[in-house]
Nanobody, 116 residues
């Protein structure tokens, strides 16, 4: 079955960096479009970043553009989210998604807290 396991979250000060990882299994990772979403308490879920199966195409929410970078290692079935210049408003639970118009699969999420 499809499994997506996020890691790398934690507490970081404003201006700091974190790198999230998502280890995937149960499907052909190199054929899959992958996304990162986030959701903060009391707020709507937000699409943060998107990467094509080959990694050649990426897209970002305006709120993170220039600060976050999505990448993938198809040999290791892993997608990453490098987050730099973190702000308190980046505080949220971050989810890795195998995206499909038919059905998407979600990981369990990893908490990111940006606070001094």
């Amino acid at each position: 079955q499809v499994q997506l396991v996020e890691s790398g979250g934690g507490l970081v000060q404003p201006g700091g960096s974190l790198r999230l990882s998502c280890a995937a299994s149960g499907f052909t990772f190199s054929d899959a479009t992958m996304r990162w979403y986030r959701q903060a308490p009391g707020k709507e879920r937000e699409l943060v970043a998107h990467i094509s199966p080959s990694g050649s195409s990426t897209a970002y929410a305006d709120s993170v553009k220039g600060r976050f970078t999505i990448s993938r290692d198809n040999a290791k079935n892993t997608v990453f989210l490098q987050m730099n210049s973190l702000k308190p408003e980046d505080t949220a639970t971050y989810y890795c998604i195998r995206y499909s118009t038919i059905r998407s699969y979600w990981g369990q999420g990893t908490q990111v807290t940006v606070s001094s």
